[in-house]
C-alpha cells in the first residue's frame, strides 16, 4: 500500500529535550516536505527537500533540521525544542513539487 | 512574495445544496492551484490542481474548481453536498517558479459543514 508513515503520532516532552520526527515513503518520490498546523494559520512549510542531499526551507524553518540522506525517508530534528513549536506536524511527499502531495496521518507534539 | 487567501473559516450548507468553497492567490507567473481536504485526525488528501488547460478541473469526490485568472480566483465547487463531505478544506499554490522556488503555499483552511 502507498503510504507515507510518520513516527511517533504523539509526543509530549520538555524544553530543549532533542527530537526526531520520522517519515518514510514508499513511493519513491523525490519531493518531500513538513509541514506544521496550527489554528488559523492553516499549513505552514518548514522544510523540503527536491532529491537526495537536496533540501531547503520553506517558510517557518527556525528551530528545525532536516537530512535527505535516503530517498525515501526525511526526518525533521528539533535540537532544542520550545513551547512554541507545540504543534500538529505533517509529512508528505510527491513525484515532485507540481504532482499532488500524498500525507502521513500527522504527528502531535506537545513540548512544555 | 507569493499568497493564498481564503476569507471564509467556516461555510454552512444543506445537503443537496451547492457548496462553493472560495479561494484567491497572488502568484508570479502562471499559477500551479491544489486543493486539498482533511478529515479529522488525518492527513490531507488530494482533490485537484490546476496546472494548465481547461478552466474548470474536475477531481475526487464530485468536486470540481473553477481557474479565473482575471480574478486570481481558484474557487471549488459541488453541485449537490453531502453530510460525508463536511471536513477541512484547503487551497494550496506553488511558490513562483520562474525563481526557482520549490515551496509550497497553503491557505488557513476553510471548515465545511453541510447539515442534513
Known amino acids: 500500500e502507498a503510504q507515507v508513515t510518520q513516527n511517533p503520532r504523539y509526543l509530549i516532552t520538555v524544553t530543549g529535550k532533542k527530537l526526531t520526527v520520522t517519515c518514510s515513503q514508499n513511493?519513491?518520490?523525490?519531493?518531500m516536505s513538513w509541514y506544521r498546523q496550527d489554528p488559523g494559520l492553516g499549513l505552514r512549510q518548514i522544510y523540503y527537500?527536491?532529491?537526495?542531499?537536496?533540501?531547503d526551507k520553506g517558510d517557518v524553518p527556525e528551530g528545525y533540521k532536516v537530512s535527505r540522506k535516503e530517498k525515501r525517508n526525511f526526518p525533521l530534528i528539533l535540537e532544542s525544542p520550545s513551547p512554541n513549536q507545540t504543534s500538529l506536524y505533517f509529512c508528505a511527499s510527491s513525484l515532485s513539487v507540481n504532482q499532488p502531495q500524498h500525507f502521513g496521518d500527522g504527528t502531535r507534539l506537545s513540548i512544555l | 512574495a507569493q499568497s493564498v487567501a481564503q476569507p471564509e473559516d467556516q461555510v454552512n450548507v444543506a445537503e443537496g445544496n451547492p457548496l462553493t468553497v472560495k479561494c484567491t492567490y497572488s502568484?508570479?507567473?502562471?499559477?500551479?492551484l491544489f486543493w486539498y481536504v482533511q478529515y479529522p485526525n488525518r492527513g490531507l488528501q488530494f482533490l485537484l490542481k490546476?496546472?494548465?488547460?481547461?478552466?474548470l478541473v474536475k477531481g475526487s469526490y464530485g468536486f470540481e474548481a473553477e481557474f479565473n485568472k482575471s480574478q486570481t480566483s481558484f474557487h471549488l465547487k459541488k453541485p449537490s453536498a453531502l453530510v460525508s463531505d463536511s471536513a477541512l478544506y484547503f487551497c494550496a499554490v506553488r511558490d513562483n517558479p520562474m525563481d526557482s522556488s520549490y515551496k509550497l503555499i497553503f491557505g488557513s483552511g476553510t471548515r465545511l459543514l453541510v447539515r442534513p
Open positions: 513511493m519513491n518520490h523525490e519531493y
Open positions: 527537500s527536491m532529491n537526495v542531499e537536496v533540501t
Open positions: 502568484v508570479s507567473g502562471n499559477p500551479y
Open positions: 490546476y496546472i494548465t488547460g481547461d478552466n
